[in-house]
């Protein structure tokens, strides 16, 4: 075998996977020139076209399509043997792909983040907030956070990050303009806003419980939001009382620039999990992560590892 029949198959992965040359080359760290001068080296090496080219982007030729799917294993194997290696020497390394929902990425990994990428030095993280649940193989990551009841049923699983409730919040000035809610039905003749799930299209319902007791209510307001962010944003303007999950919102109700209601109406909800697909070949430097974020788990939280079948 010529050492030349090797060469830009890293390349043509990637670009396969971004479904460009430009979004290849920023994950590369190289010009878009250099990744479409090595794209074309590769095909008249291999005498087939590999991609077709438009000005949306690439897509993978049927030649191309078997050929990434027969290379992949491969360099996989090849990048496991590294990582193993690595391990060998107790130094997990490699690129990390993870893909998380910004909820997750807020309160599970943000807070940590430096903390990790300090005590692992060989590790670069590659994170991907998407609002929708992806396939974490047909997407090529080594892992996604999501909630735990999202979660496909053929998965690996380990509960992360801190538990979780539903939080009412609004800003004082609201809350002094309009009055302060005793119970949940009491929200209906207040500006709510509505919060539009990406994945379903459909506004997210209230879930209320005390003493036995529960309830969901499809609140109204003047304002519908599909990012957490910007919807905590409305809380903070006065615009009205929003549906929220503790986590990273603590600072702010621990600053007075908005404040909880309906406490003892509060439900627990479902928690985060990183989940991935093989718990027999963890590469060390996902293993690495799971248990950095095992270490950050709060005391009282459950520790579990299930795998869904």
Known sequence: MRQDQLDGIVT?????????????????????????QTIRNLEARVGLALFNRNTRGVSLTEAGSTYF????????????????????????????RISVSRSAYMIVLQPMLRRFLDRYPDIT???S???????????????GIRFADKVERDMVAVNVGPPLAAYYVASPEYLSARGT??????????????????STGQ???????????????????????????A??????????IVYMINGYIERF??????????????????????????????????????????????????????VFR
């Open 12 to 36: 043509f992965i990637i670009v396969a996977e971004e479904r460009g040359f430009s979004a290849a080359a920023v994950r590369l760290g190289v010009s878009p020139s250099a990744v479409s």
């Open 69 to 96: 799917d027969r290379v992949l294993p491969a360099v996989r194997e090849l990048m496991l043997a590294s990582d193993e290696l690595g391990a060998a020497l107790d130094r997990p390394a490699g690129l990390l």
């Open 125 to 127: 993280l590659d994170v």
């Open 129 to 143: 907030i998407e609002s929708t649940l992806v396939d974490i193989v047909g997407g090529r990551y080594d892992a």
């Open 181 to 198: 809610p005793r119970h949940p039905r009491d929200l209906l003749a207040h500006s709510c806003v509505g919060f539009r799930l990406t």
């Open 203 to 229: 506004v997210e319902r209230w879930a209320f419980a005390k003493d036995g007791e529960t309830l969901e209510l499809a609140v109204s307001g003047r304002l519908l939001i599909n990012d957490a962010a």
């Open 231 to 240: 919807l905590v944003q409305t809380a903070l303007d006065g615009i009205g």
């Open 253 to 306: 109700l621990e600053s007075g620039r908005l404040v909880r209601v309906l406490a003892d109406w509060s439900p627990p909800l479902s928690g985060f999990a990183l989940y991935y697909t093989d718990r027999r070949r963890v590469p060390p430097k996902l293993r690495a992560l799971i248990d950095f974020l095992k270490d950050e788990m709060p005391q009282d939280a459950p520790q579990t590892e299930v």
